[in-house]
């Protein structure tokens, strides 16, 4: 199916001071977590407000993402009143940092000393590996706004663990049989930053690629979180005979990669294919011109012409003065499924939120109506997306719906 082409650009209004700032914010201080247990507060069981955890990063290279994140959750909230299943939430926001070191004592301290029914938010793979059995323990569900490790659901369901995002695997093979019919035989080279992430969206796209006849030149995975310098790498590529560069980055990584990858050369002979994370929301603006014809998959973009996104867009717009990212997207649909759940659950402790969330039925998101599927991922449709200027603005123009792998 074709998506319909947008009629004007929507400009974005973040100044670069704010990108930038948001970009360089330090590293995260941990905080210690403790023995766990399911007890519930009081206001809980007294049919108080519902306490509600939000984990999202705040420090470090993942940074702008979690404020993306915050104001999704935030906008739901506050267009239901403050909130859901007409139940006054009593939100907890914690950092996440840049990795588990961080993550993992930020969200078991909001199941084990604030007692949360439930925990929202984690952009970071590693972070949400490390949770996985703190909240299958502790009967507390996580519902997991971004990161997508693989392993986190498909090693076996839990009633509570949930994700509104995707899965690194399947976020890396939409992409697969597209790049191998564009490239008609010649081989492409794979970069990634190395840690499961983009370890798992790699092996997604290759093994797509691979099935659909595409040839791999190379592959390189650059130490995450402190590679400043992709030249190294990227003086590689050229040798490898490679006619195009397969890539996952996001947040301050994005910006270095793709302006580097620019400032070198290459975007001029190798087309850029990616994860859309590699041209998402802030980072685009901080990249501009180096971004143009990048070619990513991903489940969202703020273009996609339905009114309920343009709803959303406009609601977004007027709120924080930006255009909405999928990671707000993300997280606004965190708050959706949670209103849905906490409409029906009989009390706002895990358990009966957990058994509320397996019959909420179809999210009708601005991405488009999508289900959990049978490990509590989103079945979904993935767009192509190819980044263009349009009045001074760069965007992610949508091209096309991505056949199913
Ligand atoms: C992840 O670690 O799963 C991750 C992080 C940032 C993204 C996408 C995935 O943009």
Known sequence: MDVPMPKSSRARRRSSSMVIAALLTGLATACGGSAISGEQPASQAAGGPATIGLVVPKSGVYAPLG???ENGFKLYLDQHGGKLGGKEIDLKVSDEGEGPQTGVPAATKLVTQDKAGAVVGI???????GLRDTFIESKVPLIIANAGADDVTTSGGSPYIWRTSFTNNAVGASLGAEVAKQVGGEPVYLIT?????????VG????????AGGKV?????????TTKDFQPYLSKIKGTGAKAVFCFYAGAEAVGFVKQYDQFGLSGDLPLFGTGFVTEGAVLDAQGAAAVGTQTSLHYSDLIDSPKNKEFVTAYQAAFKEAPTVYAVQAYDAAAVLDAALAKAATTDGEAISKALAEIGAVDSPRGTWTFDAEHDPEQPYYLRKVEERSGAYVNALVSELAKG
Do not use: H, I, Q, R
């Open 67 to 69: 404020a993306d994140m």
């Open 123 to 129: 952009v970071n793979s590693a972070t949400a590996l």
């Open 193 to 201: 930053a190395d840690y499961a992430a983009g370890k798992e969206m």
């Open 204 to 211: 997604g796209f290759k093994k797509a690629f691979e099935d």
């Open 217 to 225: 030149a190379g592959e390189a995975y650059t130490p995450f979180g």
